[in-house]
């Protein structure tokens, strides 16, 4: 069967047959389908007239047509060449996308990089602005600010200093007011006593309303001329200067009413029918007058003055935590912007990733393509035609020349046929794909 097989690829040393003295002829620029049909028909016929139809040595005849019909298709140059242009076109595209993938990559690489110098900036930035932050309070000069170095410790001291001073302040004036307007004296009392009521505020509520709420609130209309004096400060100007010194004016006559009020009523106990009139000059002699107005103005003076030292010093300790707020919030800033810039840098580097995945499946696909191109491009439909008239040639011998029962002709006919598709299935063709080729590499 082999050597019959042979003859079928070698058909000019091979005995044809007496009625079947065909061969099958090569391939010719100049040959046409429907000779190369009649070849294929006439070589099936006589394949099988030398092989009685034997469904086995169709299968192997089958596969010979095959290894003969990619022979005949490689030679076949400008074919191939045709049946390859959308192959090799899809290459060069290929080749052209991957060129623009590199560029692309390259890209998005100094992008990324761009983007981590850009992150380490701002981390830098941040690093600087806290230690900034930790530096101002003792370097305050070297960031260009005008604030004094420990002003916490002086506002705090000064702070202690304030709170008794205020004490004492509403203490006297509670106690004078009351005194000046609202006490009754009483001889048997000392001057001390009479002037310096212990129990002032509770008397004062308990005379009435008007009485509490006086001796209550007189002390805030001191501390607020010391406010307002204090705020006139800030601005140096010759009309500031004259509100100040009204101010103090005010305070010095208002502390010069309680103590004239105060002494008139010491006065009136101890008065005689040969005693003048109480009057300004008189009270003006008097020590206790002095001792009324010192206790009070100057005692108010010295907390102004430190009020006022508090309030710069608070001024100057402003700047400092003015200064870190300002660096707080810019790192803050920065902090989003590092965020920003993260999600950034994530989606360039989600985008590298497809342009690498991309670059891979076009290298992947011009490979395959390689593939094609240096391979025999085999195409099913015509394979399938030709196969066919081998298979109509070799049928029609037995139904027509092969010498055995009607029932064993159905028989042997239907086993040919299965070798036939199976061959088709083999080599990967089918009668329906018409516009499909199969690529096998020889």
Not at 187 to 213: P, Q, R
Not at 384 to 409: D, P
Not at 419 to 438: F, I, P, R
Request: aromatic residues 12%.
């Amino acid at each position: 069967m082999i050597a019959q097989i042979e003859e079928f690829f070698n058909p000019k040393t091979a005995d044809p047959p007496q009625d079947e003295n065909v061969e099958i002829k090569e391939p010719a620029s100049e040959e046409t389908e429907e000779v190369r049909k009649r070849t294929y028909h006439e070589a099936g016929f006589r394949d099988g007239s030398r092989n009685s139809g034997s469904p086995l040595a169709l299968s192997i005849c089958l596969n010979a047509i095959y290894a003969r019909f990619q022979n005949e298709e490689k030679e076949l140059v400008e074919k191939q060449q045709l049946a390859k242009e959308p192959y090799i076109n899809e290459q060069k595209t290929k080749e052209t996308e991957i060129k623009t993938l590199v560029i692309s990559k390259e890209s998005k690489e100094q992008q990324i990089n761009k983007v981590e110098t850009d992150i380490r900036e701002v981390k830098d930035n941040i690093e600087e602005l806290k230690f900034e932050i930790n530096d101002l309070p003792r370097n305050p000069e070297k960031y260009h600010i005008s604030a004094s170095k420990g002003a916490s410790s002086k506002f705090w001291i000064g702070l202690i200093i304030l709170m008794p001073l205020s004490l004492y302040l509403f203490t006297f004036y509670i106690s004078t007011s009351y005194s000046a307007f609202f006490k009754p004296f009483d001889a048997t009392s000392t001057i001390i006593m009479n002037v310096l009521d212990s129990k002032a505020f509770e008397k004062a509520w308990h005379d009435g309303s008007l009485e509490g709420a006086f001796v209550t609130f007189i002390p805030f209309v001191f501390l607020g001329l010391g406010y307002l004096i204090h705020m006139f400060g800030e601005v140096k100007s010759i009309g500031n200067y004259i509100k100040i010194g009204l101010l103090l004016l005010t305070t010095f006559v208002f502390d010069a009413i309680l103590a004239y009020q105060i002494e008139e009523k010491i006065y009136e106990l101890t008065k005689t029918f040969n005693t003048p009139e109480f009057n300004i000059p008189i009270a003006f002699g008097k020590i206790q007058f002095w001792g009324i107005i010192f206790a009070g103005f100057v005692v108010y003076l010295i907390w102004g003055v430190v009020f006022d030292f508090i309030m710069k010093e608070h001024r100057e300790k402003d700047k400092i935590k003015h200064e870190q707020f300002r660096r707080k919030k810019d790192i803050q800033i920065h902090q989003d912007r590092i965020s920003d810039i993260e999600i950034q840098k994530a989606k360039l580097i989600e985008e590298l990733s497809g342009i690498k995945k991309s670059s891979l499946e076009a290298q992947g696909r011009i490979a395959t393509l390689q593939n094609i191109i240096d391979a025999v491009i085999i195409p099913t439909k015509e394979y399938v035609l030709y196969a066919s008239e081998y298979m109509q040639g070799w049928i029609t011998f037995v139904n027509e020349k092969l010498r055995i029962s009607q029932h064993e002709k159905i028989v042997l006919q239907t086993e040919c046929m299965e070798t036939y598709h199976e061959n088709l299935k083999s080599v990967g063709a089918s009668e329906d794909s018409q516009n499909s080729v199969y690529v096998t590499t020889l």
